[in-house]
């Protein structure tokens, strides 16, 4: 009785051994591959999504462009709209986060609004989350819980980070129209208006998207004074 316990704690001893010591894969290798292969199914997803649109995208399509089988997708998302929105949080949520992330207002608010806006043109403006913007703005009203999850993560963030300086900047004596505390949109609207134009008609009339900026910013705060 005592040999056969033995042999079952040994037993029981070598199953509890790590992965490694039993000739396996230990558990961090694992974790790892699993991690590469989900971020490439995010990379091969998002060139789908620009492509071929969000409806017209298919599963197969995006597994075959990562070197997955369509099985291993579903390991790591449940459906499309679920891995479009990891794409988005991924792609552009730390970016906005990072932009939004505003220094203590030390110097104008026009320097800050144009700082931020400023770097938001670098950031999408001819890369490959303008061309994602640009999709959630053309499938956006045929997907709402697209457009929903996107405004959450993203508008809604971007709006609340203007209104505090519209707010700052009234204070201030900076900004004279009160009225733009409502429509905080505005402040922002050339960069808006950059994404759409880059796609559609850049090959037509070519935009100076800070420039244009620079206007719209002399309109708000009036011009720069130059000494």
């Given amino acids: 009785m005592m040999k056969k316990s033995t042999k079952l704690a040994n037993k029981s001893a070598q199953s509890a051994e790590p992965a490694a010591a039993r000739g396996g894969v230990p558990a961090s290798n694992r974790a790892a591959r699993a991690q590469e292969r989900r971020a490439a199914i995010v990379d091969a997803a998002m060139e789908e999504f620009i492509a071929r649109g969000f409806a017209a995208t298919r599963l197969d399509d995006i597994a075959k ?9 579903y390991l790591h998302f449940k459906d499309k709209e679920s891995m479009f929105e990891e794409l988005v949080r991924v792609v552009i949520v730390p970016v906005v986060a990072r932009l939004t992330a505003l220094p203590p207002p030390t110097g104008s608010v026009r320097d800050l609004v144009e700082a931020f806006a400023s770097n938001f043109l670098k950031e999408v403006i001819g890369t490959r989350r303008g061309d994602l913007v640009r999709l959630i703005v053309a499938e ?17 963030r971007g709006i609340a980070a203007m209104r505090t300086l519209i707010e700052l900047g009234i204070a201030r004596g900076e900004i004279r129209e009160k009225d733009l505390a409502r429509y905080p949109q505005i402040l922002v609207a050339p960069a808006m208006i950059a994404v759409i134009w880059q796609s559609l008609f850049a090959r037509h009339a070519p935009l100076d998207a800070q420039d244009m900026l620079r206007v719209h910013l002399d309109l708000i705060f009036g011009e720069r004074r130059t000494t």
Avoid at 65 to 73: E, F, L, M, S
Avoid at 140 to 156: I, K, L, M, N
């Fill in 65 to 73: 462009r990562a070197g997955v089988a369509k099985g291993t997708i």
């Fill in 140 to 156: 956006g009203p045929r997907f709402p819980s697209v457009a929903d999850f996107y405004y959450r993560e993203v508008v809604s």
